[in-house]
């Protein structure tokens, strides 16, 4: 009997649900709590309702997706309806606004290629007209921490089959949760401590980054000799933030990133990306970038290019960077050896950038600086956010300081600032 | 190769499919949809929402549930909470009122006894709760006909490996959906045309009985001796109905019935209920009840005797008749020979009365009564509905004219008037 075997799957499951609920999440007694989930993940999600019902929440309002649905619809709606979004779409998103409440979203697809190769402009058309209807919820309820939220992953047979060649069906998907599990910390009986151990690290990471004052940061390596511009208000943040009611909470897990904002204008040179990445469900491969004075202008790859192109032409933004993040490579989902196809899991393999809207949260007093101010300190705003992976055991990180002081922050991939 | 095997189940459910948006729902160009489904049902609603899309549905607005959170919530929630019902819950349902919309629902539970066995109290809370919550979409959307609505069931594996003892998983989902299919007489090419034609008759039907100005109905049998007393503005009703804005749709795919409104006063004796229902998600069997001045005084049955009892004891009304519905054993449901434990299909297996809430629909100008109109002639208000299937092939049912003669309408559990 190997490690893996021994793993009592169905015991780590239901610390994994304690886990989403008391500490991603830390649902409040009270509380109601909106829990989205795949159709194919519901056996999980239950569990999760469970701990949430146990940890006193008022009421789980359960809202179940089925990407087939979308695809059913952008392959056979007429143009003219793609826009619609229906009245009561916002209200139950905002609802979690005004009622102080929480929401657990679970990633992790029934199958992750439902929606690729579908037409890419009347996919936007679609995400534009959503993102606006729903953009008090990502303004308030997320980006001014009005809610706790967290989003975790699930496994389903789909999604596991997608990324393992050797394996399929149910053995597939317990495969992908002895994974999972392992990433989340779920295989440790300490693993709620660990958690607070664990995100107490990143804090402290977070802070000695903010001590240095950086000004721009150096990646480079094969293909990659990329600047990324900071303004002098961004702050790094990792590990777990604090609602506006004052419930701390950890919004993804797995989590093993710092990250901040950048001043986009300030963006310059190439860029290898070193993972695939999904585009309105299309998995772009092999992406070499280009950036000139803060914008994307030039991009080549080996599958997904069209969609990605149709992606950043879809809004002013899409072509500027909204986020840069450092993660080593003693990350799990890193050392795991695995792609996932879903961001939750690749962005905390790697360092990434993200093309699209970038977090106020990252600035000091962000939250509070009028539109002027924000376009002031090159902060881009969008309907996109995309995280493109950029570092492996190849790539090192540089930090270059205010005063032009050179700090290593990661050789190899691996972290040696802090050490 | 037997008949069954023969059957293109693929082809079969895309017509099933198509019946349900073009005459079910009979979805109009521009008209979004709400759609209800079971998790477990994904797959077959998916194509209901294709034909939507292809039919020109602005919108479909899918609704998955999953019981197992309800489960969860009725076991876990603290009592206090039971009564809360989100504020968009309402919302979305009115939306398809203002909208002019179209609803089509899927029943067919992932486990059929998932809601089995819980704390009957703690239902009805919810349940009431909930009914109170939504009863302008009972009231306008349903009762007046706003929308356009069809129920129409969905197989599933947990729901056949209830049904069936010789069958398990895939293969059991497959022989359930067969029998469906041919239910719904989706198993003929001509399903479209069949369904015009059936329909039709069983307004002729209805109309037929209209003419005879019922006063009371005679239900005789082996422990049935029950008389269900009518108003004279009591209609019959079958088949197909016309919304407010002038479409045709058939509420219930099957629909082998015509029903109308009882005067709940006139309720007398004993009848005995030939299928076992569900209340709450516990099965009821071998129930045996006797009325008195068409008050529920007294029953028995062999499972499920203590959750009717907290049901019908939840609201006056819920001790009193709401529906009396005439089925021929000429009935597809019936000829298939199965109980389904789903009361859409076992409804159109046989006459049934139903405790609970009537339909204005039933009544001479219905919708235009006034509350105290209503409470003169014998209708019955309550937040419950129940079917409760009465006949047999041992049951012959008698209609007794305002004028005292005596008619033979069902002898033997078969249609013999207008034959």
Redesign the interface.
Known sequence: MNEERAMDIEACLDRYAELIVRKGCNVQP?Q?LYLGAD?FS?DF??KV??AA??A???????D???E??QR??L????EK?LD?V???VP??MD?AIDDQGAMIRLVGSGDPEVLSGLDAERSNRCRLAHHKAVKRFFDEGIGRSMVQWCVASAATIGWAESIFDDSRGEEACQQLWRLLLKIVRADREDCLQAWDDHSASLALRSAALNQLELDHILFSGPGTDLTVGLSPKARFEGGSIRSQRGNEFIPNLPTEEVFTTPDWRKTQGDVRVTRPFLVNGTLVKDLRMTFRDGVLVNFEASSGQETLRSYVDSDEGARRLGEVALVGIDSPVYQSGHVFREILLDENAACHIAVGNAYKSCLDDGVNLSKEQLEEIGFNASSAHTDMMISDEEVDVMGVTSGGKEVELLHGGAWVFGK
Chains 1, 2 share one sequence.
């Open positions: 009270g109601s159709s519901c999600a239950v309702a469970e019902y146990e006193g929440a008022r009421y789980v309002q359960v179940l997706v089925d087939r649905f059913a619809r392959n056979l709606s007429q309806f619609h229906p009245r009561h209200i139950r609802e």
